[in-house]
């Protein structure tokens, strides 16, 4: 049992989701590339020596830190969308943490991320594979 919303009686919930979570998705890849050039620059370009771990470094912590402070990243906020766990309840900082992780796992492993977004286009709450694992779900903001 779940107090999430029904996929069947309460659609409206999920209603453009998966095109909502590229949306975001994009915007928060150019905010992350963003911020991480402002790194590259405050570190006197010593930064691209390190820029794939710093890209890493940096998108990890947004996208950590803005979950936990508002169960959604700034392109989600902007595309209407917000995390919630399985309790329909917003993420905390720990389960943040874990779903960033998860992102980045499948980032690493482009299977994993193929998988993912099938799932996303074909799963009744248009779950990703993070979120199969942890019980979390992308919900519309407003309905």
Known sequence: MTAL?????QAEFYASVPAKRLIAWVIDSILIFTLSAAAVLLTAFTGLLIWPLLYLAVGFAYRTVTIANGSATWGMRFAGIELRDSAGQRLDSGLAALHTAGY?????????QVISIILMLTSPRGQGLTDHFLGTVMLNRRV
């Open 5 to 9: 919303p029904d996929p069947d009686y």
């Open 104 to 112: 980045s796992l499948s980032l690493g492993f482009p299977v994993l």
